[in-house]
């Protein structure tokens, strides 16, 4: 397990922007592949999108893929997910986590680490 801590949640109307980010500390963070899930209430954890620990790859949410942005600016441990155009459909609580293996992974289980979440909430 290593510390992550997510940021940048919010109230927003549809149509409207977000950038999330996830911050880390004390661990080699260019080591790992990053990745962000969500969970809307009632509903399983969902992957939205992936980035190996380069950036030279990254992966993508069929339902998000021409609206949302993965990006990591490794000298500032530090991944985001710039999301624009938001649906009603995209509030649900964000989680950042974290992947050994190092590449864009899309499966729960190719990930070692979580953070507590950030919730994205969007009204019509």
């Known amino acids: 397990q290593v510390p992550l801590v997510e940021s940048g949640g919010g109230l927003v109307q549809a149509g409207e922007s977000l950038r999330l980010a996830c911050a880390a500390s004390g661990w080699r963070f260019d080591l790992f592949g990053m990745g962000w899930f969500r969970q809307a209430p009632g509903k399983e954890r969902q992957f939205v999108a992936s980035i190996s620990r380069r950036s030279s790859n990254k992966a993508y949410a069929e339902l998000v893929k021409d609206r949302f942005t993965i990006s990591r600016d490794n000298a500032q441990n530090t991944v985001y997910l710039q999301m624009n155009s938001l649906k009603p459909e995209d509030t649900a609580a964000y989680y950042c986590?974290?992947?050994?293996?190092?590449?864009?992974?899309?499966?729960?289980?190719?990930?070692?680490?979580w953070g507590q979440g950030t919730q994205v909430t969007v009204f019509s």
């Open positions: 986590a974290a992947a050994t293996t190092g590449g864009a992974r899309t499966r729960e289980s190719d990930y070692d680490s």
